[in-house]
């Protein structure tokens, strides 16, 4: 099923090479290429996978098509949180200035992620519960 989702599966898979080559060739940068390979490789993926995991089992997966704006949102949060994270790494002097940012861009991130599949997982089902009051 086509979707930006899937640009972003793809996306992290050629990350994880690239932090990890930086990594290989540039040791003082050590920290901030690792960074690229868990927040643009494995948190990127992690989101992304389990994103069409909650749509497609949660009866929305004609949402998975679409570029929705919280897939939108959680791609550049993500994007904005690897490149504090490697500025972080670059200017150690001023490392809370890059630090904040880059938490709270990941932590938004995860907001956005978490309210594409929200409004369905939280709106009442219409018969559900009369069957279930019925069933006591």
Request: charged share 15%; aromatic share 12%; no cysteine.
């Amino acid at each position: 099923m086509p979707g930006l989702h899937r640009w972003f599966i793809w996306t992290s898979v050629w990350l994880l090479p690239l932090g990890y080559v930086l990594a290989a060739f540039q040791p003082a940068l050590r920290s901030a290429a690792l960074h690229v390979v868990f927040i643009g490789s494995f948190a990127l993926m992690a989101l992304s996978v389990s994103l069409h995991v909650a749509l497609s089992h949660g009866g929305r997966p004609e949402r998975l098509g679409q570029w929705s704006w919280q897939t939108r949102t959680m791609g550049l949060l993500l994007l904005a949180a690897v490149v504090f994270r490697v500025l972080a790494g670059l200017d150690a002097e001023h490392l809370a200035r890059w630090l904040g940012p880059s938490a709270g861009s990941f932590l938004l991130a995860t907001v956005a992620w978490a309210s594409a599949p929200a409004p369905r997982n939280f709106r009442r089902r219409s018969g559900a519960g009369k069957e279930a009051a019925a069933d006591r």
